[in-house]
């Protein structure tokens, strides 16, 4: 059986890695070190490593620590997820999105060792990219957690040169705890004793778990506010990606790799300006008029795109195109989003990335009225599209609520430029 599997595609591979386990997300480390093991321990024989763990935030500071180190001419692997497009987008070697033939070898690799044993989707992939990053030489590993950060699948690592904890917020309150205190000392996990902690801006209640569990482990920390600050970013243009809140992810990049490395200011004013993180206030279109995406899906990330949105021309309604999983909380999110949008037209998500259920366009539909924000269900994007082609035509549009539904609409823009 096993043998069969490992002679399949890549998509192939990719789906079986989601039988082995009844539940997609399980936290837990010990399924993964026993693998890990089996497969000659690679965790702990990997390149230096930055891990990042948060609410928001953490891709952008992990795509703003890669261009200022690749600037700097220094090989870099990353890791990250979600994918939005396709899944090498998660494992990056040196400067490129891991290749078809190589994926497919490693992932087959790592089924036939696991032997049918449970495991999760994550915890396998992020074997693969240990695997991986054992093998291929480099400089530094940016290693992005998926889920909270104590019991995350990449927190079986011993060691690493700085830990980074972005903002903290609500969400995935059902694996990490319903208060902020409990979040943060999930994500505080990720604190390694003796190396450091760079905290990015905190709630107070936040900042006190973390510097708690920073002290226990003696982890010298770099506190924003207090150590460091946005003026660490007054020597340099702004950065590439747009926001305010891009602003304290670039500052928490240059902080890190200024707390663990030499960078040049050459090497970080390249960086900045030149980093690349799809889906991030992206404007995707102009004309006939603008389209945006967004991959805000939680209350946190609502604030910051309702904090932009309210900079754009007074007199241009905004109109939304919503789409979310079933594992957010979207009545807090459209509740944010109800003074910014002039309304709002709901689609249900693609669920084939089995990711969960998404909520259906009603019931997002359903939840916008009861919060006062004027909406209407689509039965896709495409459909959305085409409603405020018709019914607002000189408005602009922005599309959020999920990285999943960011993903299907670069997707289907890759498909129409071709």
Not at 85 to 92: L, M, S, V
Not at 98 to 113: A, G, H, P
Not at 262 to 278: H, N
Not at 326 to 344: C, G, M, P, T, W
Request: proline share 6%.
């Amino acid at each position: 059986m096993i043998q069969a599997k490992i002679q399949s595609s890549l998509p192939e591979l990719l789906d079986y890695l989601f039988t082995l386990h009844g539940k997609n997300i399980d936290l837990g480390l010990d399924r993964l070190i026993y693998l890990l093991n089996k497969l000659g321990k690679p965790h702990l024989k990997i390149p230096p490593t930055i891990h990042i763990a948060g609410t928001n935030g953490k891709g952008s500071t992990a795509a703003f620590c890669r261009s200022i180190l690749e600037a700097a001419e220094h090989k870099v692997h990353v890791y990250t997820s979600p994918h939005l497009i396709k899944f090498n987008e998660r494992i990056r070697l040196n400067g490129q999105l891991i290749e078809d033939n190589l994926l497919i070898e490693t992932l087959r690799e790592i089924i036939k060792v696991n032997d049918s044993h449970p495991i999760t989707f994550f915890e396998a992939t992020t074997a693969a990219a240990f695997l991986l990053f054992s093998r291929i030489p480099s400089d530094f590993v940016l290693l992005e957690t998926g889920l909270g950060g104590r019991l995350d699948a990449t927190n079986v690592i011993e060691s690493s040169l700085a830990s980074v904890i972005t903002s903290i917020s609500y969400d995935h309150q059902e694996f990490l705890g319903s208060t902020l205190e409990q979040i943060a000392y999930e994500k505080a996990g990720i604190i390694k004793p003796g190396c450091p902690v760079i905290i990015g801006p905190q709630p107070k209640q936040v900042t006190t778990v973390l510097k708690k569990q920073a002290n226990l482990k003696h982890a010298a920390i770099h506190l924003f506010g207090e150590n460091w600050d946005l003026d660490i970013l007054s020597p340099f243009p702004p950065p590439s990606l747009k926001g305010d809140h891009q602003w304290i992810n670039a500052a928490t990049a240059i902080k890190t790799l200024q707390t663990v490395t030499f960078v040049s200011v050459e090497a970080i004013t390249k960086g900045l300006t030149s980093a690349e993180w799809p889906g991030r206030l992206q404007l995707l279109q102009k004309d006939p008029f603008e389209i945006w995406l967004d991959g805000a899906h939680n209350p946190a990330g609502a604030q910051a795109l309702a904090h932009e949105i309210k900079k754009w021309e007074e007199n241009v309604p905004v109109i939304g195109i919503i789409g979310m999983k079933k594992r957010k909380d979207a009545l807090e999110f459209l509740k944010i989003l109800k003074s910014v949008l002039q309304k709002a037209y709901m689609i249900p998500v693609d669920e084939t990335n089995k990711t969960g259920p998404s909520y259906s366009a009603i019931e997002l539909s359903e939840m916008a009225d009861s919060v006062g924000l004027a909406s209407e269900p689509a039965l896709n994007y495409i459909h959305a599209v085409s409603k405020i082609k018709n019914d607002y035509p000189f408005s602009k549009c922005i599309t959020t609520g999920s990285l999943y539904l960011v993903g299907e609409v670069l997707k289907i823009s890759s498909s129409l430029d071709n």
